[in-house]
């Protein structure tokens, strides 16, 4: 069970697009649609922004979506502003009923 | 209002047990799976474990397979997570976190404040 890898951080100036990615293997990312992405503040609880790779739950921004190529899932936020300075974090099923996240990735709008 | 409340955290010795609960409301408690997931000092989410909506399947990541248990009470609308033998990499921030569904997906919709768990002599 090894976590998927995320970048550590991304950067993006106001109204620009940032594309964070998330790499997983056949096992996990490459196999199941399962893949979801949440939003993290520092001591808040994590948001959940994107589901099944590309679906977006009600009230999160159409500025943010997600998709999927092999084993690797994207998450693109359009538009930036500065309330999306976050920490984002992908997640996967990995299969016999387990779960695995990324690192985590740091989110800076300039 | 969907609400997820931890408690249960704290310090404690290398060797030593800790119980988690986590005390839902405002949904059908009963229909969902639960998951703990937890965050280290510094670093990412680890998914730890999950239960399906009946409590009859638990499921855990191998770092604490044998150590740490999941249960749930639906007549309570609590998931609790049972510790043992704690070791210094188990301190973290823990989270229960619903899922969209019945079985463990990791479509977590709902997530708890967190509790702290510190592990040290």
């Known amino acids: 069970q090894s976590a998927l890898t995320q970048p550590r951080s991304v950067s993006g100036s106001p109204g620009q697009s940032v594309t964070i990615s998330c790499t997983g293997t056949?096992?996990?990312?490459?196999?199941?649609?399962?893949v979801s992405w949440y939003q993290h503040y520092p001591g808040k609880a994590p948001k959940i922004m994107i589901y099944d790779v590309s679906k977006r739950p009600s009230g999160v921004p159409d500025r943010f979506s997600g998709s999927k190529s092999g084993n690797t899932a994207s998450l693109t936020i359009s538009g930036l502003q500065a309330e999306d300075e976050a920490d984002y974090f992908c997640c996967s099923y990995a299969g016999r009923y387990t779960v695995l996240f990324g690192g985590g990735t740091k989110l800076t709008v300039l | 209002e969907v609400q997820l409340l931890e408690s249960g955290g704290g310090l404690v010795q290398p060797g030593g047990s800790l119980r988690l609960s986590c005390a839902a409301s405002?949904?059908?408690?009963?229909?969902?799976?639960m998951s703990w997931v937890r965050q280290a000092p510094g670093k990412g989410l680890e998914w730890v474990a999950g239960i399906f909506d009946s409590g009859a399947n638990t499921f855990y990541a191998d770092s604490v397979k044998g150590r740490f248990s999941i249960s749930r009470d639906n007549s309570k609308n609590t998931v609790y997570l049972q510790m043992n033998s704690l070791r210094a990499e188990d301190t973290a921030v823990y989270y229960c976190a619903k899922d969209f569904v019945s079985t463990v997906r990791g479509k977590h919709d709902y997530w708890g404040q967190g509790t702290l768990v510190t592990v040290s002599s």
């Open positions: 405002g949904f059908t408690f009963s229909n969902y799976a």
């Open positions: 056949s096992s996990d990312v490459g196999t199941y649609n399962y």
